[in-house]
């Protein structure tokens, strides 16, 4: 048996029971703000993923000073300033030992980066997803992903408060508030890793390795809400592509999501080359579609108009290889079909598009390709 440490974050709903951690599937506050971090490991046995323990970082340390906490209260400073301020303020009174919980794990995330020469693999899981399966899923990539020409890489999941279950019908519609909702709290994660990286930076300190953006299903629409917010409220008139490469998988977005800047179309700003997945035999998506009276899906048809996307886009049809098992719904092939993991694999060795093995292009267009059976 193997044994995958992984990070988190989430904006669940945190209840103490003893000494464990109880993470609900109702949001963290009303404004969906806020989140907290952590670490978790989980076990590799026979193909299975497991959560084996999960724990918390502090979001202060009992060196922090009175007066850095004042400046963490602070409305008038940015918040995402904030952090670097208290700091300042803690180490000019009881030296450098004070670090909030996002400190103390992106110092340690940057130290097996720097250490291991690993990247960062991030994931936004789907809707009725349970808060463990989020973190078994990013375990999952983590292993699944690393192929020939790929660098180790760390795990990190956000696990927004999906409630964890396709049935009744109104709990997709639950699902996709609280995806909306917490693209607040990624938001916000992002500003921080943002801010870090920046300190880090200016210091002299970069590891000089990549992160990496998958986004599954209702993921997607976590991402644009995360987006939007990003930008309009954090980054204005800014560019800062933190990920090497985003990975749309089977999003359950609209196909003209790429297209328009109030939902997708402004990705090329974080990212530097963003990959759709999609097949037109994703039962799941049809049942968004249909049934929920969402418009036609990018995860079903891919972009709707790859002239009007940015040049960054590519789009792999996946519709002959998304046969995973029975009940997927033709929906998770994203992390079960061998070759959509090998070309995922490919692109993350630095394939270009056209030379990736076992695609082929779709009517010769330089950026539209489907995985061949």
């Known amino acids: 048996m193997r044994e995958i440490t992984i990070y988190f974050a989430t904006n669940r709903q945190v209840r103490t029971r003893g000494d464990v951690d109880i993470y609900s599937d109702e949001i963290d506050d009303a404004s969906g703000a806020t989140y907290r971090v952590g670490k978790a490991k989980v076990a590799v046995s026979k193909g299975e993923y497991k ?19 004042k400046v963490l209260e602070d409305d008038s400073i940015p918040e995402e300033r904030r952090y670097r301020v208290a700091r300042e303020v803690a180490t000019a009174h009881v030296g450098p030992q004070m670090k909030l919980g996002s400190g103390d794990m992106m110092e ?6 720097r250490s291991g020469q690993c990247d960062v ?17 990013i375990a999952e990539l983590v292993d699944k992903y690393q192929g020939d020409g790929v660098k180790e ?8 408060p999906s409630k964890g279950r396709i ?33 880090v930076n ?29 930008l309009d409220e954090h980054m204005i008139g800014r560019r800062v592509p933190l990920f090497e490469h985003i ?32 097949s037109k035999q994703d039962r799941a998506l049809d049942v968004s579609d ?51 993991i090998g070309d995922v694999v490919q692109v993350l060795a630095g394939n270009a598009s056209d030379e990736i093995q076992g695609r082929q292009s779709i009517n010769n267009h330089p950026r539209r390709f489907r995985i061949l059976d």
Not at 108 to 113: D, V
Not at 171 to 177: F, L, M, V, W
Not at 250 to 256: L, N, P, R, T
Not at 298 to 318: E, F, I, Y
């Open 108 to 113: 340690e995330i940057q130290n097996r980066m």
């Open 153 to 160: 890489m760390v795990g990190f999941v956000f696990c927004w």
């Open 202 to 230: 200016q210091k002299g300190e970069r590891c000089n390795q990549r992160l990496h953006l998958v986004a599954h299903s209702m993921g997607n629409y976590v991402l644009r809400s995360a987006l939007n917010s990003l």
């Open 51 to 69: 959560v084996r323990s999960h724990e918390l970082f502090d979001e202060k340390k009992r060196h922090i000073c009175s007066e850095a906490a």
């Open 290 to 340: 249909l049934t929920k009276g969402n418009a036609e899906r990018l995860g079903s048809h891919g972009p709707k108009n790859m002239g009007k996307t940015s040049d960054q886009v590519v789009a792999v049809d996946c519709h002959k290889v998304d046969d995973t098992e029975f009940g997927h719904a033709n929906h998770q092939y994203y992390r079960l079909h061998p070759k959509v």
């Open 167 to 199: 049935f009744p019908p109104w709990r997709y519609s639950n699902d996709r508030r609280t995806a909306e909702l917490s693209g607040y709290a990624i938001a916000r994660a992002f500003c921080r890793l943002i801010d870090h990286l920046s300190v």
């Open 247 to 278: 990975f749309l998988m089977a999003a359950d977005e609209d196909d003209d999501a790429l297209e328009k800047e109030q939902k997708l179309g402004r990705i090329d700003r974080i990212g530097r080359n963003i990959h759709v997945y999609y």
């Open 121 to 137: 693999l991030l994931l936004l899981h789907g809707f009725a997803s349970e808060f463990e399966t989020g973190l078994e899923r």
